[in-house]
């Protein structure tokens, strides 16, 4: 027996594998984290950046180094272009640091990060009411700060608290090492390579946007009518979970304010522009929330940030969440696969057509002036949420009125989901 | 540390395999063995110091007892020596039921007499399950008289050497202590150096690749199960098969590189696994299966308790009571009970019918190819059903799941792999497959996975097969060819190991393969037993 032959093939072709692997995943870059040229044809779309961008995006926004910043969830990520025309000059470039079912805190926190290490002045975030439903079990503390550290913030350059992090450095070493040595890399580069040809394969734009394309995949083969149903009954088992509050327990606040509201002071005290907007949804999904019984708690929830907003010269708080033409487009009901919405995804995701709506009225000051501005969304504040919310429960009678089949469908699920929720058994 | 760590791999091993040769050509045997003792302590720091102390305290008074029960063996003190033997289990047991079982006890003593004591929760000491066990028979083998003399030194390695320390497999003194004392193994040799880098690189991969692989489809369902869902056929069965296959790549992943780590230092572990999937009776299933685990329970419990030498009834219960006693040692939990009388019951059934079988005379025609399938069918089924309780959280989802598995919940698909399938879709309707929302590539994968990774536990051979002419553990197993499905011919040849230039690059792609699957760390499942 002579071991020296296997020895020496097996370092070498170890360290060839080695050397071959990590140059093949640092070259098609799949998530985009090495920044490498994109070539058309090769890797210019990055079909798997999506599973990645908690842990890309920190990254890449100090590397793009905008004067502008989105932030928000995946609905923002998927609607909101940053090379809309009304980005002006010198807002360019615009990063979308959008992390699709990211907390409030993460999303702030990020945006502490891309304050502290790029020039970016100004900044629009997208609100979303599930995103500040607290638990009625929830007894935290909500002033508490720092809240303990989460495993991301170790990629973030700066704590909670302002201070630089320690560990960012290190951080950074291993992501990048971990991505380029990595299995799950190695099959993502080789699926970004073949997904090049289908033109509806998923990506991410070196800017962070999200343009959704892999939705029209799902409605070619099974039709959108599938899509609206699957969220809709998503959406109404979140709604309800739990007997849902916006405030901790024992408080008249809760953790999900307390960080908008240190991200508003992070804004003032550096004299950064902060626009904040509601999302729109869909006319189904504020059914959704109305069959659950919780449009007060919606209502006060925007009351809540108004007040909060209002406190901020800076600020500013748009609502695109009413019914209005867009949100009241009609969704395909049958398995129809040819029959594709204007504005809509499905009733939680809207598509890049009403997110450049939104900019325009957004944006206003920085757009060309031959914008053509259509109506939609409402600028709010203390002095007319309360008309403006009347205004609302008007709305969504005359929609129930008018669309009683979508109302009763809705009911249906609604009550599908009581039951079912009552007759499990209490484990 | 775990095996599939950079820390293990990148530093750790390199650095203790490096020392160690340096110790042995400069300093002699005794020096590298001293070494490789405070390596092992490290390794089992590097988890949590504390239970440090616990280990070698547990190492001094075994070690102190085993000299004593060996003198009064030796002065023909029978009665003295049986004393302090039960004193020495009783103490092993003592902290292992204090360890692991004191949260049960107190909890189930509280439904039972509607008692309130409160315990704070004990964490687990890693490995103590298994060092117990291999002193315990330590300790029965000194009063016996079947051990020699060793050095503390050579003792604390037995217990410690880091390859076995964790999770097995769980090494007898019979076999690692002349290992320790001749200069013949422990020594730097390219050859061993070759095939332990070979085993540990098929480990790596079963584990970090195969294992960590398929887990993510075993447990949503498991989870879903927990949270009270109702599990329809196809989800049950797919959760209940991918955790039936993650286990076993899980654990023998982890035992090839055991063995393979061990071997680097020229050390043979003895056999842990051999392709248990492939039995075809539970009997082989468990000659097969967590192999020096069965071999502690049948010396130091089932003949200890009579084994077969006292009749029917006796030779029933003792299995039953040794199975059990195996479930229990998988945790404090009345799911592990369950599985292990349910496997108690499997074996007194397959015994009978051996019986039966030979009574009647029915063995002609009975290895017939359809027989052999049949056997493997029920026996795999049989012991899918077990893991199904070895797995799940609580008794309550265990049955959850097994009546997803029944059909109960009735079959569903995902509706994106319905619209796929064209006019077909209408004949699945027919039948009375429903369709669901959402969930398509999940589906698609699970059953892909299960599909690739049955078909290597069934069908390819196994390391110790790959690695057969270079007797890669201390012993091996020997089954007739009707016990197992056997891997074809033509297989066996190609797959059969040298320390060639083409076995290298092979290897190599497969420890590439292992390396790039770090960057996402999991447990091994049995370090929580």
């Known amino acids: ?427 | 540390m775990l095996f599939n760590s950079y820390e293990f791999i990148l530093a750790f091993l390199p650095i203790t395999l490096a020392v160690f040769f340096f110790v042995i050509s400069r300093y002699g045997h005794e020096p590298a063995i001293a070494w490789l003792v405070s390596a092992s302590l490290i390794f089992y720091a590097w988890w949590n110091v504390t239970y440090l102390a616990l280990i070698i305290l547990s190492m001094l008074i075994n070690y102190g007892m085993g000299k004593l029960l060996a003198r009064h063996h030796s002065n023909g003190a029978v009665r003295h020596g049986k004393i302090l033997l039960i004193i020495g289990i009783t103490a092993n047991l003592g902290a292992l039921g204090y360890f692991k079982y004191a949260n049960f006890f107190v909890s189930n003593l509280n439904i039972i007499a509607e008692t309130s004591f409160q315990l704070e929760t004990i964490i687990l000491p890693l490995a103590i399950s298994f060092f117990t066990f291999q002193q315990i028979a330590y300790l029965i083998d000194a009063h016996k008289g079947i051990t020699s003399e060793f050095k503390f030194l050579h003792y604390a390695l037995f217990v410690t050497f880091f390859p076995q320390l964790i999770a097995g497999p769980i090494v007898h003194h019979r076999e690692m202590l002349p290992q320790f004392m001749t200069k013949k193994t422990l020594r730097l040799n390219v050859d061993d150096l070759s095939i332990g880098i070979t085993i540990f690189s098929i480990g790596l991969f079963k584990k970090a690749v195969l294992a960590d692989g398929i887990a993510v489809y075993a447990s949503p369902v498991f989870d879903a199960a927990a949270r009270g869902e109702t599990l329809t056929f196809f989800e049950a069965w797919g959760g209940a098969l991918a955790y039936t296959l993650q286990l076993y790549f899980d654990f023998s992943g982890y035992t090839d590189m055991a063995i393979g780590a061990a071997r680097m230092f020229g050390i043979k572990l003895p056999l842990n696994f051999h392709s248990p999937y492939k039995a075809t009776s539970i009997s082989e299933f468990w000659r097969r299966w967590h192999m020096t685990l069965s071999r502690f329970l049948r010396d130091y419990v089932y003949i200890p308790l009579g084994g077969n030498k006292k009749g029917n009834y006796r030779r029933y219960s003792n299995m039953m009571i040794t199975m059990l006693l195996g479930g229990l040692w998988h945790g404090a939990g009345w799911t592990f009970v369950i599985w292990g009388g349910l496997h108690g019951t499997y074996l007194a059934i397959n015994h009978g019918w051996r019986k039966i079988r030979s009574t009647l005379n029915l063995t002609a025609g009975w290895t017939a190819p359809f027989c052999k399938i049949a056997a493997w069918g029920l026996t795999f089924f049989c012991v899918v059903i077990g893991w199904v309780f070895f797995r799940a959280s609580d008794l309550s989802s265990a049955i959850a799941i097994l009546e997803g598995m029944s059909g109960r919940n009735g079959f569903a698909i995902p509706n994106a792999i319905a619209v796929r399938v064209g006019s077909f879709q209408e004949v699945l309707g027919n039948l009375g497959i429903t369709f669901y929302l959402g969930g398509g590539s999940q589906f698609l994968f699970t059953y892909l996975w299960i599909t690739a990774l049955l078909s290597i536990a069934l069908f390819m051979p196994n390391t110790q097969e790959i690695m057969r002419n270079f007797s890669p553990s201390f012993n091996t197993h020997k089954s007739g060819d009707d016990d197992a499905l056997q891997v074809v011919g033509p297989l066996k040849k190609l797959s059969t190991w040298g320390p060639t230039r083409i076995w290298g690059v092979f290897i190599a792609i497969i420890s590439i393969f292992g390396l790039l699957s770090l960057s996402s760390v999991s447990e091994f499942l049995y370090f929580q037993f």
């Not at chain 1, 990506?203 to 029209?216: I, M, S, V």
């Not at chain 1, 799902?218 to 899509?227: M, T």
């Not at chain 1, 867009?326 to 997110?355: C, N, Q, S």
Request: with cysteine; aromatic share 12%; charged share 20%.
């Open chain 1, 1 to 427: 027996m002579n071991s020296k032959y296997f020895i020496r093939s097996w370092t070498i072709a170890l360290l060839l594998l080695l050397i071959t692997t990590t140059g093949f995943n640092y070259l098609v870059d799949p998530y985009g984290l090495f920044a490498t040229p994109r070539i058309s044809g090769f890797n210019e779309k990055k079909p798997t950046a999506n599973t990645r961008v908690r842990v890309v995006k920190p990254y890449q926004v100090t590397r793009i180094q905008p004067h502008a910043l989105i932030v928000g969830n995946s609905r923002p990520e998927m609607g909101l272009d940053p090379t809309h025309v009304c980005w002006s000059a010198e807002k360019r470039p615009v990063y979308s640091l959008t992390t699709p079912g990211a907390s409030v805190y993460m999303q702030v926190r990020q945006t502490q990060h891309a304050l502290s290490t790029t020039p970016a002045k100004l900044v629009i975030v997208g609100v979303d009411f599930l995103d500040f439903l607290v638990a009625p079990e929830n007894h935290d503390d909500p002033y508490q700060w720092p809240p303990s550290v989460s495993e991301f913030e170790h990629r973030l350059s700066i704590t909670a608290t302002g201070q630089d992090n320690d560990t960012y450095w290190w951080q950074s070493i291993k992501d990048y090492m971990t991505t380029a040595l990595s299995l799950d890399t190695l099959e993502d580069s080789l699926l970004t390579i073949t997904a090049q040809g289908n033109i509806n394969a998923s990506n991410q734009t070196t800017l962070g946007f999200n343009p959704a394309k892999d939705y029209l995949d799902i409605i070619h083969s099974e039709g959108q009518a599938v899509l609206f149903q699957q969220k809709n009954d998503q959406v109404i088992s979140t709604l309800l979970g739990k007997n849902w509050s916006i405030y901790h327990t024992d408080h008249r606040w809760s953790r999900d304010f307390e960080t908008l509201k240190r991200l508003m002071d992070t804004s003032k005290e550096r004299d950064i522009e902060l626009i904040l907007f509601i999302n729109p949804y869909h006319a189904q999904y504020l059914e959704s929330i109305r069959q659950t019984g919780l449009w007060p708690l919606f209502e006060q929830w925007k009351r809540e940030l108004v007040k909060l907003t209002n406190n901020y010269t800076n600020n500013s708080i748009w609502d695109f969440s009413g019914y209005n033409t867009y949100t009241t487009e009609a969704a395909p009901v049958d398995k129809e696969t040819t029959d594709i919405m204007k504005w809509f995804w499905e009733p939680a995701h809207y598509r890049k057509e009403l997110g450049d709506l939104m900019l325009v009225h957004m944006l206003a000051n920085y757009c060309p002036e031959d914008t053509v501005k259509a109506e939609f969304g409402s600028l709010v504040s203390v002095a007319n949420i309360e008309q403006y919310l009347a205004r609302q429960q008007m709305a969504a009678q005359t929609y129930a009125i008018n669309n009683p089949q979508i109302v009763t469908k809705i009911q249906q699920l609604v009550s599908q989901k009581r039951n079912a929720e009552n007759s499990r058994v209490p484990k």
